[in-house]
């Protein structure tokens, strides 16, 4: 059973910065392409950037300029570094393959940007 521990949310104001974590419970980990996924509420859970094996990176047009995703295979850690946040950046970040079969969701990180 995998799993995945997200970390390094909060709460930050219009124009700051966050550095998330997410850690996988497999050694497995570098053989995959990984992603993080956002959820505000209300809505759907979207992928906002990922990052393949080889370390490609892709990332959604709202988030572009401003997040990166990184990642330590020895760790069996994503990382992604968001500045620049803005309100509507606010939700739940998770972490998980960039596979149509996913591993079980963990609990996420919130992120709220507010004044």
């Known amino acids: 059973q995998v799993q995945l521990v997200e970390s390094g949310g909060g709460l930050v104001q219009p124009g700051g910065s966050l550095k998330l974590s997410c850690a996988a419970s497999v050694s497995i980990f570098s053989m995959y392409a990984m992603g993080w996924y956002r959820q505000a509420p209300g809505k759907q859970r979207e992928l906002v950037a990922k990052?393949?094996?080889?370390?490609?990176?892709n990332y959604a047009d709202s988030v572009k300029g401003r997040f990166t995703i990184s990642r330590d295979n020895a760790k069996n850690t994503v990382y992604l570094q968001m500045n620049s946040l803005k309100p509507e950046d606010t939700a739940v970040y998770y972490c998980?393959?960039?596979?149509?079969?996913?591993?079980?969701w963990g609990q996420g990180t919130q992120v709220t940007v507010s004044s």
């Open positions: 998980n393959k960039d596979r149509a079969i996913k591993w079980n």
């Open positions: 990052i393949t094996e080889g370390g490609s990176t």
